[in-house]
């Protein structure tokens, strides 16, 4: 299984360190969200919640380079916590599955963590 730690430079670039599942690491340098998830994460939480393994993460996973994937693999994403408003009207919470239901409550819970973590905080989460 592989893991992810997300560490947070208040003012700088945030840090991924990464243990894919066969003991190798990857250290990456993002970019700088403020108190926005970083992106990777978002797809991390999205791409498991729907249990997608040829994503993002899971090329990484397998040991794909971070540049290749980030101009190859498809984009997984949710718009995050919201309320379903899209172009102006509302989608019904019973039209929305409950996979992305699930993700959507992650993803609201991750971003209050994001915000309060201290500088050189960390968020650590699985992924497969």
């Known amino acids: ?3 992810a730690t997300f560490v947070r430079h208040r003012g700088e670039n945030t840090y991924l360190s990464v243990l ?25 939480v999205v ?3 729907l249990g997608m393994l040829d994503g993002f993460w899971g090329l990484i ?4 380079d971070a540049t290749f994937v980030n101009s190859e693999a498809a984009v997984a994403s949710v718009d995050g916590p919201g309320d379903g408003v899209q172009r102006g009207y509302v989608i019904p919470a019973s039209y929305i599955p409950p996979e992305l239901i699930a ?4 993803l ?21």
Request: hydrophobic share 40%.
């Open 20 to 44: 894919r599942s066969d003991g190798s690491e990857l250290e990456l340098k993002l970019a700088t969200n403020g108190d926005a998830l970083p992106r990777e994460l978002v797809h991390l």
């Open 103 to 106: 993700i959507r409550l992650r």
């Open 47 to 49: 791409e498991d919640g």
């Open 1 to 3: 299984m592989l893991t």
């Open 108 to 128: 609201s819970d991750l971003q209050r963590d994001w915000a309060a973590l201290a500088d050189r905080g960390s968020i650590t989460l699985s992924f497969g």
């Open 61 to 64: 996973d397998r040991g794909a």
